[in-house]
């Protein structure tokens, strides 16, 4: 069955109220996700697509939690912003940067991630005040937050990617973060697989060993081309006599085959489709 059907299968859920049922929603809308980049002509057809199936739900939660509302609202509300700023719904951005805060431990908990990142999409001088606010925050959630909205951003690439290297400024912790972060940005998705291989050396020694299995294994979740699965083949396969990575890096082929077949065999049906929704 064509990945193109689902086109026909999401709008079913549009006024799904419920969270739980939500998740299988938003795998399918992930596996759409796969056959589509900004740079693509239809691409901004395929936001509005998204769009139409958050708006039942955003009409009917708005943005703002609302004191003693039940947990089955508060996360699907994470879900439906989440996906409005998929889409580029200029109002909930909109809405979203007005709530900023200087202080950001004022803006509320739930929105503070989705509040921040629409803030720098609205204004991109923020982003130093985040960077610094990263580096001097104590607050382990605040810090998350902080590099979340800052790798969403796609004015600041060359900056982005210094971060890689500079550890006094990049928490161990964050790295990996970090790093996926910066390869599912379109913007700077390149320059990350590019600093990867460039600085593998530098991962084994940040990491011990300890979390090493990760890059690869994360790094093969965005390739989406025969040359970067080559690049992949390439870099990775005398790796593999290494114990630590010896099943990552298998595993890893396995899931790139897999991906670029079916990116092969549906990518024709998908684009299609999206052209003929009214």
Not at 63 to 88: F, M, W
Not at 186 to 199: C, G
């Amino acid at each position: 069955v064509s990945t193109a059907t689902h086109f026909d299968l999401l709008p079913k859920f549009e006024k799904e109220t419920n969270f739980a049922i939500w998740n299988p929603v938003l795998a399918l809308i992930s596996d759409l996700k796969l056959f589509f980049t900004p740079d693509d002509a239809d691409f901004a057809k395929f936001q509005q697509f998204i769009a139409s199936l958050t708006k039942y739900n955003l009409d009917r939660l708005g943005l703002i939690p609302h004191d003693g509302e039940d947990d089955n609202k508060t996360k699907l509300r994470q879900v439906i912003t989440g996906l409005a700023l998929y889409s580029g719904n200029k109002d909930v951005i909109s809405e979203l940067a007005g709530m900023y805060e200087d202080d950001a431990m004022k803006i509320h908990p739930e929105l503070r991630s989705s509040v921040l990142l629409a803030k720098l999409r609205s204004d991109s001088t923020v982003f130093t005040t985040y960077l610094e606010k990263y580096q001097k925050v104590a607050d382990p959630n605040l810090k998350d937050d902080y590099l979340s909205a800052l790798t969403d951003d796609r004015r600041h690439v060359d900056e982005l990617i210094k971060l890689l290297s500079e550890h006094d400024i990049v928490r161990p912790q964050d790295h990996l973060y970090l790093f996926v972060d910066l390869i599912r940005n379109h913007k700077t998705r390149e320059k990350a697989m590019d600093w990867l291989y460039d600085n593998w050396s530098d991962v084994v020694e940040m990491t011990g060993e300890k979390s090493l299995e990760d890059y690869p294994r994360l790094l093969a979740t965005a390739i989406r081309t025969t040359e970067e699965a080559k690049r992949f083949e390439e870099f990775f396969t005398p790796l593999a006599e290494n114990p630590v990575l010896t099943r990552t890096i298998s595993v890893a082929k396995a899931d790139i085959d897999a991906r670029l077949r079916l990116l092969s065999m549906d990518y024709a049906d998908v684009h299609r489709r999206l052209l003929e929704l009214s």
